[in-house]
């Protein structure tokens, strides 16, 4: 099974790009979401969805959008590209039961912002 | 809002010995669950084990176990028999039960050494 596939796994961007990160999981979930990890901060809730066509904001929203168009992809973009969005990007999908439920993450996406 | 503290962000320990990472929590919710991630060099993301708050027992998988004290949102990670392949950055985590989202804390760097 793929699990959770996000890609690219790195990236360097300028200042001012914009850059679409891309995420699929294999495995049905309705819940997806995206972290940022910073050193010595753990991971932050970016955005999270808990079904096609349904998006949510998390802890530090700005700077980043996201669309669910279909149960598998989860892609978050950025719009205008900061030195402070340079972190390391998690994607992560669970099912439906919101109690115990397994949280799958993808590999990351390393991206440095210049 | 919940909270995770990790107070400990670097600990140390010899192979073969016991080694206890901790966590505390800040909640006003009865019904959740705690978690504990790895995340090793190679960045992935990997669930080590999980505790419902509504269970008493620790809960317990192979030579990790947990401490769990409800009263003093407490939930400590105990590592026995410590190997080389433990050394990674470990995460404690809280979700609410009725949510989906993780709450993490800024995480514990586990040195094993031979």
């Known amino acids: 099974n793929a699990g959770v596939t996000q890609t690219p796994k790195f990236q360097v961007l300028k200042t001012g790009q914009s850059m679409t990160l891309q995420c699929a999981q294999d495995m049905n979930h309705e819940y997806m979401s995206w972290y940022r990890q910073d050193p010595g901060m753990g991971l932050r809730l970016i955005h999270y969805?808990?079904?096609?066509?349904?998006?949510d904001q998390g802890e530090v929203p700005n700077g980043y959008n996201v669309s669910r168009s279909t149960t598998e992809d989860f892609p978050l973009r950025l719009l205008s590209a900061a030195p402070s969005q340079t972190s390391v990007y998690f994607c992560?999908?669970?099912?439906?039961?919101?109690?115990?439920?397994?949280?799958?993450f993808g590999q990351g996406t390393r991206l440095t912002v210049v | 809002a919940q909270t995770v503290t990790q107070s400990q962000p670097e600990m140390s320990v010899q192979e073969a010995e016991t080694v206890t990472l901790s966590c505390t929590y800040d909640?006003?919710?009865?019904?959740?669950?705690l978690f504990w991630y790895k995340q090793p060099p190679s960045r992935q993301m990997i669930l080590v084990i999980r505790q419902e708050a509504y269970k008493q027992q620790n809960a317990t998988e192979n030579r990790f176990s947990v401490n769990f004290q409800k009263a003093a949102k407490s939930f400590s990670l105990k590592i026995s028999d410590s190997q080389l392949g433990d050394a990674a950055m470990y995460f404690c985590a809280y979700k609410v039960r009725s949510g989906y989202a993780l709450n993490f804390g800024k995480g514990t760097s586990l040195l094993v050494t031979p």
């Open positions: 992560a999908s669970s099912a439906q039961d919101r109690g115990n439920t397994e949280a799958f």
């Open positions: 909640t006003s919710e009865s019904d959740y669950y």
């Open positions: 969805s808990v079904g096609a066509g349904i998006t």
